[in-house]
């Protein structure tokens, strides 16, 4: 065997390149998560997704936490938690509406785009900033809504029968989601008049990748 056959192979310089890619919005790492928006729009950004990030990660955990003790207190300790249904409630709410703002940064919301994708580039461009713009006043109008129904439930003075709280405190995230979700819509609208490119949301850009399956 020769000196040459006893070296290592060496290593691809493509498959290096390609392992030093970062992640991309498809992994949607927030820990790592970079505004496209330039100046204080970017900071606005980055603080929606910190404040979804906790939400969600709060909400999800706690839930699983609550589920599994009152499932072991019920089969092994013969006594379930009984306030686990109460909150589960409380924490589905949380994680939904925490969860559209999130599903919007990230361009997951289900889309209807065959008219859409059939456009020309010139054409799609002010008709995303007006699917934008549309979305985030609905957004913006339930948030109204939703303010007077919390409002409404807190002069009713109600209380949940098991935890003793009043039940506005577990639907406050509503009007939250809401309004997070309707900023989120306007950030998307500002980045499409701001870039050249079309922008589902502040991070995902319209198109087709290299296996020709849409971002969505």
């Known amino acids: 065997m020769t000196k040459k056959e006893d070296r290592p192979p060496e290593d691809d310089p493509d498959v290096l390149a390609k ?3 970062p992640a991309s919005d498809g992994d949607i790492d927030d820990s790592r998560y970079v505004s496209g928006l330039p100046g204080f729009l970017g900071v606005i950004d980055v603080a929606i997704a910190r404040i979804e990030a906790v939400l969600l990660a709060a909400g999800v955990l706690l839930m699983a936490l609550n589920t599994v003790a009152n499932v ?3 089969f092994v300790l013969g006594q379930s938690i009984f306030f686990s249904g109460e909150l589960n409630q409380a924490l589905i709410i949380l994680i939904t509406f925490a969860g559209i703002s999130y599903a919007a940064r990230h361009g997951r919301h289900i889309r209807m785009s065959a008219i859409f994708d059939a456009m020309t580039p010139a054409l799609r461009k002010p008709l995303m900033v007006l699917i934008a713009v549309v979305t985030a006043a609905a957004m913006f109008l339930l948030t109204w809504y939703a303010v007077e129904y919390v409002l ?9 029968p098991a935890l003793q709280i009043p039940i506005w405190w577990i639907i406050v995230w509503v009007p939250l989601g809401f309004f997070l979700t309707g900023v ?4 998307t609208a500002i980045k499409n008049v701001l870039d050249k490119d079309i922008w589902l949301s502040t991070s995902t850009m319209e198109g ?4 020709g399956e849409e971002e969505v």
């Open 152 to 160: 409404a439930q807190a002069s009713r003075g109600r209380l949940l």
């Open 184 to 187: 989120q819509y306007t950030l």
């Open 72 to 74: 072991v207190g019920r």
């Open 19 to 21: 392992a030093r890619v």
């Open 208 to 211: 087709y990748d290299d296996t």
